[in-house]
């Protein structure tokens, strides 16, 4: 069983930034592929973006140039920022692991973190 634990979420008003972290075991960090992945009620999930175990990224349509994803080996923590955000990001935002980042949505997965984007 991989742990994984998200922090950082919360209510912020349109434009504004939040910083995402998943704090995971330090195998699976620096092993693993990593990702976001978020939930809307009503609407599909969505892989927001993914770091492979090299160093790859692969971001969704949706968030390209607004958000970025990176980790710290040395503190075996994932981390999502998010700038200019929308409404339409509204959602709860999950850290996943897997071995190969193509079984990223049935990996492992986090408990959560919610993140409101309003004004």
């Known amino acids: 069983h991989v742990q994984l634990v998200e922090s950082g979420g919360g209510s912020v008003q349109p434009g504004g930034s939040l910083r995402l972290s998943c704090a995971a075991p330090?195998?699976?960090?620096?092993?693993?592929?990593m990702g976001w992945i978020r939930q809307a009620p009503r609407q599909a999930r969505e892989v927001v973006a993914s770091?492979?175990?090299?160093?790859?990224?692969s971001y969704a349509d949706s968030v390209k140039g607004r958000f970025t994803i990176t980790k710290d080996n040395a503190e075996s923590t994932l981390y999502l920022q998010m700038n200019s955000l929308k409404p339409e990001d509204s959602a709860t935002y999950y850290c996943?692991?897997?071995?190969?980042?193509?079984?990223?949505?049935?990996?492992?997965w986090g408990r959560g973190t919610q993140v409101t984007v309003s004004s």
């Open positions: 330090k195998h699976t960090v620096t092993a693993w592929c």
């Open positions: 996943a692991a897997d071995p190969r980042c193509a079984g990223l949505a049935r990996g492992y």
């Open positions: 770091l492979d175990k090299d160093g790859a990224t």
